[in-house]
């Protein structure tokens, strides 16, 4: 067949986020809505001020459980968490891609908690029930992430 060719097939255009980065306390790293969107897999459904109740949910519950971490670094004159000596990944921090799996984790398990409930009757049920075992492994995840950033074991074991 001479002179007849198909066209290439049309690709969806590229969503462009207008999301502003969410702002963190300064020594923590802010997070970009548009990365943790695509890393997490969570779809524009999530209005961006959803989201960002979310993240900044997250940004509390790692802030807490680092705290004392934190403030160490601190008075050791170490400026953000970029900086605290660490291996790198590409050209990233190994702590800041722990803080940021860490965030999107606990952010995607409050999401899908939240969302899991406007159809309970049926298979809404069934649906809720099936996405349980994902809430827990995402908050399982956020946890190893910062046991990880602590250099603690992801396992505590205590005899009865």
């Known amino acids: 067949m001479t002179g007849f060719s198909c066209p290439p097939p049309l690709m969806p255009a590229p969503v462009v986020s207008t999301e502003a980065p969410i702002r963190n306390d300064g020594w ?14 969570i779809r ?11 993240v900044t949910g997250a940004m509390i519950t ?8 934190q403030a160490a670094h601190m ?10 000596p660490s291996r790198k990944l590409g050209d990233t921090s190994r702590l800041v891609l722990l803080y940021t799996r860490a965030i999107g984790a606990y952010a995607k398990a409050e999401l899908v908690e939240a969302y899991r409930d406007t159809d309970l009757t049926g298979q ?12 827990i492994e995402l908050r399982r995840d ?13 396992l505590r074991a205590e005899l009865i």
């Open 124 to 135: 809404g049920q069934h649906d809720a029930e099936t996405v349980e075992p994902s809430i």
């Open 62 to 69: 790692v802030g807490n459980q680092l705290a004392v971490w």
């Open 142 to 154: 956020a946890i190893h992430a910062i046991r990880d950033m602590l250099s603690r074991p992801r």
């Open 28 to 41: 923590f790293p802010d997070i970009d809505p548009a990365e943790l969107r695509a890393a997490r897999r």
């Open 75 to 84: 008075l050791a004159g170490i400026a953000d968490l970029a900086a605290v």
């Open 44 to 54: 524009h459904v999530i209005t961006p001020e959803r989201l960002k109740l979310a």
